[in-house]
């Protein structure tokens, strides 16, 4: 009963860790897209008002 209760504990801290870590992943992703599209909207405008 105690065993099952750990690894219960475990499977679930486990799971919100890949949850997190795919989390902060797309967070990442998202930022570093929409940097790159800000930096390339930035280059175009730049480039046509010259």
Same mark, same amino acid.
């Given at each position: %009963?105690? &065993? $099952?209760?750990?690894?219960? !504990? *475990? !499977?679930?801290?486990?799971?919100?860790? *890949? $949850?997190?870590?795919? &989390? !902060?992943?797309? %967070?990442? @992703? =998202? *930022?570093? $897209?929409? @940097?790159?599209?800000? *930096? @390339?909207? $930035? &280059? %175009? =405008? !730049?480039?046509?008002?010259?």
């Amino acid at each position: %009963m105690i &065993f $099952f209760g750990y690894s219960l !504990s *475990v !499977s679930i801290l486990y799971t919100i860790d *890949v $949850f997190l870590y795919a &989390f !902060s992943l797309g %967070m990442h @992703l =998202i *930022v570093n $897209f929409l @940097l790159y599209n800000f *930096v @390339l909207c $930035f &280059f %175009m =405008i !730049s480039l046509v008002s010259c």
